[in-house]
């Protein structure tokens, strides 16, 4: 059983630039640390403070990252508040982001799908989390 209550997701790209303004300006989260020349590798990690996750980008010269494989890689984040949701989705609007069909339609009943410069995909889910 796993214990720690903190996860990171980890992905890699081929532009760390093209994701920021998506995860930094849309998402509302914050840079909390940055590498460079880590064994050839630059990175930066984007989180809130208090939050039990964070994000980590990372590219490699001469490894290409490529988009995301299908339309359904998702990351849902599930916000009851009917407040807080409508500013998360003016959010990533104001930032240049226009919702997209969602692959599944269950996500677009409660929800809106934004993708990101390389094709993952987030669900900002008008909604409690069902546990």
Do not use: K
Not at 56 to 73: I, K, S
């Amino acid at each position: 059983m796993i214990t720690q209550n903190t996860l990171r997701v980890a992905r890699p790209t081929d532009d760390i630039a093209a994701l920021l303004p998506f995860y930094r300006d849309g998402l509302g989260l914050e840079v909390i640390g940055s590498f460079t020349g880590h064994d050839g590798i630059d990175g930066v990690m984007l989180g809130s403070a208090g939050a039990p996750f964070h994000f980590e980008f990372t590219r490699t010269e001469g490894h290409p990252a490529g988009r995301a494989p299908t339309q359904d890689n998702l990351l849902i984040f599930y916000l009851p508040d009917p407040a807080e949701w409508r500013v998360a989705t003016q959010r990533m609007e104001a930032a240049g982001f226009d919702p997209v069909p969602s692959f599944n339609p269950y996500w677009d009943r409660s929800g809106r799908t934004y993708e990101d410069p390389h094709g993952y995909r987030v669900v900002l889910q008008q909604a409690e989390w069902p546990v």
